[in-house]
């Protein structure tokens, strides 16, 4: 809403919103909790990408092929993005603190189990058993954070939650090559996993005392007949993709593909009818209608695809093409790390606020030159080419990711109603895994197709190449950010206040008629 309008049409839309979705009122440990979520937000991201830089050791201690290291690394994703919107679900239906502890307890277990792995398939089980624990846990971040902050606060804690998130992607590669290189009691990679244990340990402990305990207001039952839906038409969609390209592309994969449209279709008709019946959905249909919510989650879907095809290309291209050590791989990332830290804030305390989403889409465009200027290098330099021009593209690339990341999550879920928080957050969740998931697989096509072979480790010498030609789509993946960006609207939550005459309607309803004009919308 403009400066302009007058108080009393501010009132009304604020008392419009509070008959939408009452605010409880503010948990007193709220800030001491959001540590123990934070911890664990910065454990599941660390290893989204952890195992990157790890994955020419773990491909020589354990004998595993191409296919399979894909699949440690797009099998967490993979199982992280089926299962996040039931993650949020259970979250809403049985409450949230006991299903982000029961999540924490699996990923610890799971980490266990990935860490004394003595071959490729007892670490792909594990890594998707962690993966699945993650989509019990990460989900509850977000609506935990939504129901325990006022409105005023809120922005903040999904600022600093978007910040932890970055970082711990980013990170990832330097806390993995550390730990690899420091061949901690001769484990080699193992402690990527290990050292998640205590941090695991003491956030069952301390989440069981700070958090407080939340779920949406009315119950209902599971929608287990959506979540097999969702499930089986993005394993449709993943799997052939994954698995594809080492198998020759026989025609299951081809039918699998196809067959993944009408099943998605299916799933959304699905929920429809069950909306129809007045039953409870796995995903509720409405929250589309929400321009900040499915313009952001179209972003969010972008990024995710960008970061799945840039990582994994991107730390084998640095050990193996360039023979970078881990260490020295993880090093180049660090101004990603650093500059995304600083763009971060920069974006959600002073550039937001004043400029919307302009900010958001210079950013996209800022990441996207970095991947030009990187694509430039490889190709002009190729295997001459020294660390500080690796580190170079990352400049633009953690800048503009930085104006982007951290007011992303804020503008997904600034119009959802509180007893929707769950299933949003596990949408939001979904979207970014799925993508990632997408990326790993596309991979395939993109960079290990370009180098001529299975193995990389022989193709050390065509890796240069192989990554410059991968560039151009992730920088495309950016610039589609850009144009989605226009989806949505100048100002998180602005949709409503624009509503042309609306405010007075809303102002004048009963609480069900305001309910039902905020569904709408």
Known sequence: MSENKNSHTVANAAVADALVAPSPAADPRRWAALIVLLVATFMDAVDVTVVNIAVPHIQADTGASTAQIQWVVGGYALAFALGLITGGRLGDLFGRKRVFLAGVAGFTLTSLVCG??????????????QGAAAAMMVPQVLSIIHVSFPKGERGKGFGVYGAVTSLGVLAGPLVGALLVEGDLFGWGWRPIFLVNLP?????????????????????????????????????????????????????????MLVA?????????????????????????LSLFSRKSFSGGLGVQLLFGLASGVFFLAWALYLQLG????????????????????????????????????RVLQAGALIAAAGMGLFAWLTGHYGTDIALWQTMLPLVPMGIGMGLIVAPLADIVLSEVPHEHAGSASGLNNTTTQLGQAIGTALSSLIFFNHLGGDNPVAQAAMMPDAFAHTLPYVGAAFLLAFAVLFAVPRRAGQKDREAGGSEGADAAATPDEAADLASVR
Do not use: C
């Open 116 to 129: 004394l792995a003595d071959s490729p398939e007892v670490l792909l089980a594990g890594r998707i058993a």
């Open 322 to 357: 360039l023979g970078f050590s881990p260490l020295k791989a993880g090093l180049s990332g660090l101004p990603l790390s650093l500059l995304l830290m600083v763009g971060a804030g920069v974006s959600m305390q002073v550039l937001v606020p004043r400029f919307g989403r």
């Open 199 to 255: 941090l695991g340990v003491i956030g069952l402990v301390v989440g069981a005392v700070l958090i407080r305990e939340s779920r949406a207001e009315q119950a209902a039952r599971l929608d287990v007949g959506g979540m097999l839906l969702s499930t089986v038409g993005l394993l449709f969609l993943v799997l052939p993709l994954i698995q594809g390209r080492e198998l020759g592309w026989p025609v299951w994969t081809h039918l």
């Open 260 to 284: 993944s449209v009408p099943v998605l279709a299916l799933f959304v008709a699905y929920e429809r009818r069950v909306i129809a019946r007045g039953g409870s959905p796995l995903v509720v």
